[in-house]
């Protein structure tokens, strides 16, 4: 169950989609003074070597974030998280990419807190050790899905949970379904962001069905497709052309700001600029 690694992936498509999402979300909390709570139930190990082996094997993040990342032509909603990914390569060389918790402890303010949950026992290890000492970060070897349970609601009561399962078991779709209505129920003020891949375009349209069906109002829905579903130049069937993110309660004209986001990241990552992004109201209010 936990052979994924994410260090084959770092810095992929996809994972330039959530993150630069991630970061408009972490800056709509902070446009408020009062302090929020970030929970990420997939953590991950943080931070990413893309000189490692792991990483050099299929070097996914070369059709990733290789292509953006010193672009000077960027929208003004990629650049904060541009400038992170270019902080932490200051030669000019990508070698290290951050993960969603390193994004996130980038944006955090003095008063705000984030909880990360990582079931992997190495990538657990590494993550605990990068955040040693760190009063604002708690690093717990746990489900992500008994978290929900653990740590909502935050005593802040305003905050963000990211769920980025690495769906390598069946019925991944369905337990997320199910755990974002139980966590909506004890929390239901709370922006959730739901991370899912688009290999099989089937279980995405039965996975809306069954988000929209537990009665959670306002789920914005984002897609990026990286290349055609059909046709000659298709991926092979179940290997991911895209991805996806449903926003639970997300922040004011979120919907506005993502649609020319998303349309710029197409064009760059997208095989010859023949994907497509979507902006769409999954439930309205
Ligand atoms: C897609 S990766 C996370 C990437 C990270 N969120 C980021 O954006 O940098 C998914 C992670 O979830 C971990 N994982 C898998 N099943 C889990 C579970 N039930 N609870 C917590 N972590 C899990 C995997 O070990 C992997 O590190």
């Given at each position: 169950m936990l052979s994924y690694r994410h260090l084959f992936h770092a810095g992929n498509f996809a994972d330039v989609f959530k993150h630069a999402l991630l970061v408009r979300l972490l800056a709509a909390l902070a446009r408020k003074a009062k302090p929020y709570c970030y929970l990420d139930t997939h953590a991950g190990t943080g931070r990413y070597d893309l000189a490692h082996a792991w990483a050099q094997k299929a070097r996914e993040f070369e059709h990733g974030i290789a292509r953006v990342w010193?672009?000077?032509?960027?929208p003004a909603a990629l650049a904060e998280y541009l400038a992170l990914v270019r902080a932490g390569n200051p030669d000019g060389v990508l070698r290290r990419y951050p993960g969603s918790p390193c994004i996130a402890r980038a944006l955090l303010r003095p008063g705000d807190r984030m909880v990360l949950a990582e079931l992997n026992r190495a990538d657990f290890a590494e993550l605990a050790e990068h955040f040693a000492?760190?009063?604002q970060v708690q690093v717990r070897r746990m489900d992500g899905f008994e978290a929900l349970g653990a740590f909502?609601?935050?005593?802040?009561r305003r905050g963000l949970v990211l769920i980025d399962s690495s769906f390598d078991r069946a019925g991944e779709f369905a337990r997320i379904a199910a755990a974002l209505a139980g966590a909506y129920r004890r929390w239901a003020t709370g922006v959730y962001a739901v991370w899912y891949p688009i290999a099989a375009p089937p279980a995405v349209r039965r996975f809306e069905r069954e988000v929209a069906e537990t009665?959670?109002?306002?789920i914005l829905q984002l897609e990026l497709t990286?290349?055609?579903?059909?046709?000659?130049?298709?991926?092979?069937?179940?290997?991911?052309h895209g991805c996806g993110m449903l926003v639970v309660?997300?922040?004011?004209?979120l919907d506005e700001e993502a649609g020319p986001l998303l349309d710029w990241l197409r064009g760059a990552l997208a095989q010859d600029g023949r994907g497509a992004s979507a902006v769409r109201w999954l439930v309205p209010e």
């Open positions: 010193q672009r000077a032509d960027v000492g760190d009063r909502l609601p935050p005593q802040e009665g959670i109002r306002r990286v290349a055609p579903e059909r046709g000659a130049d298709a991926p092979p069937a179940g290997r991911m309660n997300p922040p004011w004209r």
